[in-house]
């Protein structure tokens, strides 16, 4: 999974990671937040959703991204520490 995602945008990397486990997610980030079940109770896999930005959870508060068109690599940080770059809060979506 961290053998890149130049040139994807958060939605692309997430439409990747969850077709390597045979599950097909929309292009979008409100359309793959619109179509799973949100979920308070996360579980490694299940989607982190910002405003206008989408990761995937990795257990312990952290999560993997991928920030942008301009990236050439897949962050792994902290949910909270995004939430001070990305305004607005976050939730979590499950595909199970």
Known sequence: MMG???????DEFTQAV???AGISLPRGVS???????QTSNPQVG???VFS??????AGGNMMWD???YASSY????NVYRSMDVIPGGYYF???R
Do not use: E, F, K
């Open 4 to 10: 890149g995602g130049a040139g994807w945008a958060c």
């Open 18 to 20: 969850y077709a390597q």
């Open 31 to 37: 359309a793959q937040a619109a179509g799973g079940t």
């Open 46 to 48: 299940d989607l982190v």
């Open 52 to 57: 206008g930005h989408i990761g995937i959870y």
């Open 66 to 68: 991928n920030p942008g």
């Open 74 to 77: 897949v962050g792994w940080q």
């Open 93 to 95: 979506v499950t595909y």
